[in-house]
């Protein structure tokens, strides 16, 4: 190896290294800066905790039940996310299937992304009840009509050259769909799969402020007025 | 033998606001084993031609017959190439060679036989695993030829296929291109601006007129060389003669 190549290695090490050591220093930083702060009575310890208060809940979660807690807030939002993912992909490829029935929902799909679903939450507490369900359906309204205009948008912008390519071999519109645009499509889903983790859970947090009997925002609650 | 016969073929596009003749009675043959290029000025509608030819585009009237078989809709008897090389980044080279055969449904031992020696005969089997971006730009091209010649079209159409690339890349291309099709004996019909790569490769160009296009007038091109190429027919003194002739074709009409 030669020495410029060693150079270049070494500068790669040093800026990769140089990033992870900024990334947990910034980490450091925040939380000896937030303990400071409570500690020192800056800022109000009964709104924003502690990182040491928030350690001690931690290490007791057998008497304060956050396991069981977190555990439910989990399996709620992977099942949100799931069920809006799975949906969001298959309604995508519908309207990608047919441009007409793209072009008709347009609009509706702008309103419906524009709408504060949380407002939904009552209706949809009469709708399927005011329990586990309910936070779901929460999660996946939140999370769905992004899935579902992200994804499109990925379609459609697939290059047009490579579907003309397919369709000079007489590709069929199956054939176009699974070997070319969704192929081709990969970054889109990662970063739907990114976007769609967090909207599942802000669709959780937001189904259990109404309607919860477990969860982290409940417990979070109780602990609350348990003060 | 005629492999590919134009008959008093038009075409006429329909939009909002009129409508627009872009080919009128086109007549044409292409005979076995013939490269023809087709020039003419932007817009004339020598690539709409191909796309009808091919079957991505309706024709208006007239009729395509490929050898005595009158087609309808997209031909699985002819090969098309675009300006650009069109290769799934997401596959191997040897995966993007067969990407045509199994769209086709003709991905059988002995098509990837075929798929596999055209690989070994034009450089490109050591490269089969790799991917489209780390081969250059010819090489890419050379494997996107191959796609289309495996599945045995009985013509390979090129829609402006060099345009995409740098000029000294380009002569290379033209170079290797033509010299597989003439190996491999494919009848060829390309569409091209460019007079000079026109020339280069044909054995027949066809002059369109500017929209409505119209054939002008067919040139017969002939070198006296015993092993023709592209770059070695561009030496003689023929060659600027029928520079000229073709410029001046095109040339009157631009005005």
């Known amino acids: 190896m030669s020495d410029e190549r060693k150079k270049y290695l070494r500068n790669i090490k040093i800026k990769k290294s140089l990033i992870f050591v900024s990334q947990i220093l910034i980490l450091i930083v925040f939380l000896g800066l937030w303990e400071y702060l409570a500690d020192k009575g800056i800022i109000d310890k009964f709104i924003t905790s502690s990182p040491s208060r928030i350690i001690k809940v931690f290490a007791n979660f057998n008497s304060n039940h956050l396991l069981e807690h977190i555990r439910v807030t989990v399996y709620e939002t992977l099942v949100g996310f799931t069920i809006g993912t799975i949906l969001g992909l298959i309604i995508a490829i519908l309207l990608w299937w047919s441009e007409t029935i793209a072009k008709i929902l347009d609009p509706y799909l702008v309103i419906l992304n524009s709408l504060p679903k949380v407002a939904l939450g009552p209706i949809i507490i009469v709708w399927v009840g005011a329990g586990t369900k309910a936070i779901i359906v929460m999660a996946v309204a939140i999370s769905l009509i992004v899935t579902i205009l992200d994804i499109l948008h990925g379609f459609l912008n697939t290059d047009k050259d490579l579907i003309k390519m397919a369709e000079t071999f007489n590709a069929k519109k199956i054939q176009i769909l699974t070997k070319i645009v969704i192929p081709a499509n990969k970054s889109t889903f990662i970063n739907s799969l990114k976007i769609n983790i967090g909207l599942s859970l802000v669709g959780v947090i937001s189904g259990e402020f109404l309607v919860s009997k477990a969860g982290l925002r409940i417990f979070n609650y109780l602990w609350r007025s348990n003060f | ?255």
């Not at chain 2, 098509?111 to 250059?136: V, W």
């Not at chain 2, 369109?208 to 027919?233: A, Q, S, Y």
């Open chain 2, 1 to 255: 033998m005629e492999v590919l016969k134009i008959r008093k073929l038009s075409k006429k596009y329909q939009h909002e606001n009129g409508e627009t003749l872009a080919l009128d009675n086109i007549n044409l043959v292409v005979e076995q084993g013939e490269f023809v290029s087709i020039i003419g000025p932007s817009g004339c509608g020598k690539s709409t031609l191909l796309s009808i030819i091919t079957g991505l585009e309706s024709k208006t009237s007239g009729d395509i017959f490929i050898e005595n078989k009158k087609m309808n809709g997209i031909s699985s008897e002819i090969g098309y190439m675009l300006q650009k090389d069109c290769l799934l980044e997401w596959r191997t080279i040897y995966s993007n060679v067969l990407f045509g055969l199994e769209i086709k449904h003709m991905k059988n031992r002995e098509n990837i036989l075929y798929a596999e020696s055209l690989l070994k005969k034009y450089d490109l089997y050591d490269f089969k695993d790799k991917y489209p971006n780390q081969l250059s730009g010819g090489m890419r091209q050379r494997v996107a030829l191959i796609r289309t010649l495996c599945t045995k079209p009985k013509i390979l159409l090129l829609d402006e296929a060099f345009s995409a690339l740098d000029y000294q890349t380009r002569i290379k291309v033209t170079e290797d291109i033509y010299n597989i099709l003439k190996k491999e004996n494919i009848t060829t019909l390309m569409v091209t601006h460019d007079i000079s790569e026109a020339i280069s490769m044909a054995d027949k160009v066809v002059v369109l007129t500017k929209r409505p296009g119209t054939i002008k007038k067919i040139h017969k091109i002939h070198f006296d060389l015993e092993n023709r190429t592209p770059l070695n027919c561009r030496e003689t003194p023929n060659f600027s003669e029928y520079f000229n002739i073709l410029w001046k074709e095109l040339g009157v009409d631009e005005r």
